[in-house]
C-alpha cells in the first residue's frame, strides 16, 4: 500500500525557517517524481514545487522561488521541502503527492501537514 | 501563471448529471492532454479521479468521466451518489517550468 506521511509542520514567525519531511513507503520511490503541493485554510490549492526522481531536475512556483527548496533522498526514501523566510501567506497545509508519467501532481497524497507563520 | 477558471459551485440531486468546467488557455489546458481531476472530502487529502483529460485510475466509479474542448475542460458526475458531495479541482500541466497550474475550485452540493 502506498503511503505517504508529513511531518514538520507547526507555528514559526514571520521570517523564520521550518522544514517538512514526507516519508514514503509501499512503493519504489526513487523511480517517482514528487510534489508539494499546498493549501491555505479555506482556498484552493497551490501547486508549490517538483523534484525528478533522480533529484536532478527542481521547479518551483514563482511564489516560492528563493525561498524554498525541495531534495530528497532516495536511500531514505524521504522528500523533504526546506522553507525560508517565511510569510503569513505561507501559512498552509502542506502536501506532499507522487508524480507520474501521466503528468499529474499527485496519483497519492499524504495527509498532510500544517504551516502557520505568525507572531 | 493564473489559476485556471472553474465554477464556485454546483448541484444536483441523486442520481442527476452535474458537469464542472475549467477554463484555461492555450499554455496550459489547450496546450497538452494532460489535465486531471481531484475530489477533496472536507479536512482530507485530495484524490485523483481523472487523469490525461478523461482516464479514470484503478477504483474511482464510471459515473466520472472527463473531456476537452480547446482550452476548457470538464468534468460530468453521472448519477450523483450523497458521497459525491465534496470540492473538485481541476489541474493542467503547464510546460516546464510551470509545471503544473490547480483551478480554483468547485463545490458539488447534492440536493
Known amino acids: 500500500e502506498v503511503q505517504l506521511v508529513e511531518s514538520g509542520g507547526g507555528l514559526v514567525q514571520p521570517g523564520g525557517s521550518l522544514r517538512l519531511s514526507c516519508a514514503a513507503s509501499g512503493f519504489t520511490f526513487s523511480s517517482y517524481e514528487m510534489n508539494w503541493v499546498r493549501q491555505a485554510p479555506g482556498k484552493g490549492l497551490e501547486w508549490v514545487s517538483y523534484?525528478?526522481?533522480?533529484?536532478?531536475?527542481?521547479y518551483y512556483a514563482d511564489s516560492v522561488k528563493g525561498r524554498f527548496t525541495i531534495s530528497r533522498d532516495n536511500a531514505k526514501n524521504s522528500l523533504y521541502l526546506q522553507m525560508n523566510s517565511l510569510r503569513a501567506e505561507d501559512t498552509a497545509v502542506y502536501y506532499c503527492?507522487?508524480?507520474?508519467?501521466?503528468?499529474?501532481?499527485?496519483?497519492?497524497w499524504g495527509q498532510g501537514t500544517l504551516v502557520t507563520v505568525s507572531s | 501563471q493564473s489559476a485556471l477558471t472553474q465554477p464556485p459551485s454546483a448541484s444536483g440531486s441523486p442520481g442527476q448529471s452535474v458537469t464542472i468546467s475549467c477554463t484555461g488557455t492555450?499554455?496550459?489546458?489547450?496546450?497538452?492532454?494532460?489535465v486531471s481531476w481531484y475530489q477533496q472530502h472536507p479536512g482530507k487529502a485530495p484524490k485523483l479521479m481523472i487523469y490525461?483529460?478523461?482516464k479514470r485510475p484503478s477504483g474511482v466509479p464510471d459515473r466520472f468521466s472527463g473531456s476537452k474542448s480547446g482550452n476548457t475542460a470538464s468534468l460530468t458526475v453521472s448519477g450523483l451518489q450523497a458521497e459525491d458531495e465534496a470540492d473538485y479541482y481541476c489541474?493542467?500541466?503547464?510546460?516546464?517550468?510551470?509545471?503544473?497550474?490547480f483551478g480554483t475550485g468547485t463545490k458539488v452540493t447534492v440536493l
Open positions: 490525461e483529460v478523461s
Open positions: 492555450s499554455s496550459d489546458v489547450g496546450g497538452y492532454n494532460y
Open positions: 523534484i525528478s526522481s533522480s533529484g536532478s531536475t527542481i
Open positions: 503527492a507522487r508524480g507520474n508519467t501521466a503528468m499529474v501532481t499527485g496519483d497519492y
Open positions: 489541474s493542467s500541466y503547464a510546460g516546464s517550468n510551470t509545471r503544473y497550474v
